[in-house]
């Protein structure tokens, strides 16, 4: 089954240093996709600024939640 091109996909912060004031550890966060910034090693994430950003993807590790949970983060 596919996932709909606007559902967004969630990653957990395992760490944040460098940066602190955007990232929170433990936090899930949606990440949006860029198949370029992924050729970099990056994921783009709406960070704690509601805003997307690049971050390093050995900060985060990719997520499934349930249908029930990604309806209740997804924004509307």
Known sequence: MNRRASE???VLCVDNEGYRASLVVRRVY???P???AAKR?????????NED???PSELFVPIKLPK?????L???
Do not use: C, N, Q, T
Not at 68 to 72: E, F, G, I
């Open 41 to 49: 090693g990056l994921v783009r994430v709406v960070d704690e600024s």
């Open 68 to 72: 029930p949970v990604r309806k209740k």
């Open 30 to 32: 949606p990440r949006l």
């Open 74 to 76: 997804a924004v509307s």
């Open 53 to 55: 950003y690049l971050f």
């Open 34 to 36: 860029d198949p370029e």
């Open 8 to 10: 967004p996909e969630y």
